[in-house]
T-cell receptor, first 113, second 111 residues
């Protein structure tokens, strides 16, 4: 089965703690993306990576960090510097080379207690 | 930054009726895409229309694109309860591989 997976589905964190969200894909896609979605709103881009060992900031990168050491993996760390981290986080991937649809994972809902 | 804006924000229709939603955007685009999101889930791609296309069909979906007005519409014909979801338009430009999403239209199909 090809697809994109995110874990965990639900995550609870205490204020002041860093937390890492996992995103893995076996679609052999070059590009990967992280989005944040708040209730009743659209998606906002946090970080994206078009190739291994390279990534760029999106519109709301402050308080987040990423790495892209392997083609299939693009973990997102929500740091304690992120002032309002409670949200639904979506990971997506896309074949490289030309513009196509993005394939989304099921999402991780992060709640800060 | 959010490029697309969907209208209306919410739509409630009876099963069997058609649902139409619109998307407006600000700057020139390469492609425009429509996605569906069921509550609490990831997004699913519905259709992609290129800037040189005016209309595209996929099953019960019909998408139009008017680049002179910077707007697109999504029509769902003969709606079903399973069409209850939020629908988002997303645009990309010529310079990079990023998508800009609108805030979405929430569609409720009543049985």
């Amino acid at each position: 089965d090809g697809g994109i997976t995110q874990s965990p589905k639900y995550l609870f964190r205490k204020e002041g703690q860093n937390v890492t969200l996992s995103c893995e894909q076996n679609l052999n896609h070059d590009a990967m993306y992280w989005y944040r979605q708040d209730p009743g709103q659209g998606l906002r881009l946090i970080y994206y990576s078009q190739i291994v060992n390279d990534f760029q900031k999106g519109d709301i990168a402050e308080g987040y960090s990423v790495s892209r050491e392997k083609k299939e993996s693009f973990p997102l760390t929500v740091t304690s510097a992120q002032k309002n981290p409670t949200a639904f986080y979506l990971c997506a991937s896309m074949p490289g080379g030309s513009y196509n649809e993005q394939f989304f994972g099921p999402g991780t809902r992060l709640t800060v207690l | 930054s959010q490029q697309g804006e969907e209208d209306p924000q919410a739509l409630s229709i009876q099963e069997g009726e058609n649902a139409t939603m619109n998307c407006s955007y600000k700057t020139s685009i390469n492609n425009l895409q429509w996605y569906r999101q069921n509550s609490g889930r990831g997004l699913v791609h519905l259709i992609l229309i290129r800037s040189n296309e005016r209309e595209k069909h996929s099953g019960r979906l019909r998408v139009t694109l008017d680049t002179s007005k910077k707007s697109s519409s999504l029509l769902i014909t003969a709606s079903r309860a399973a069409d209850t979801a939020s629908y988002f338009c997303a645009t990309d430009d010529y310079n990079d591989y990023k998508l800009s999403f609108g805030a979405g239209t929430t569609v409720t199909v009543r049985a």
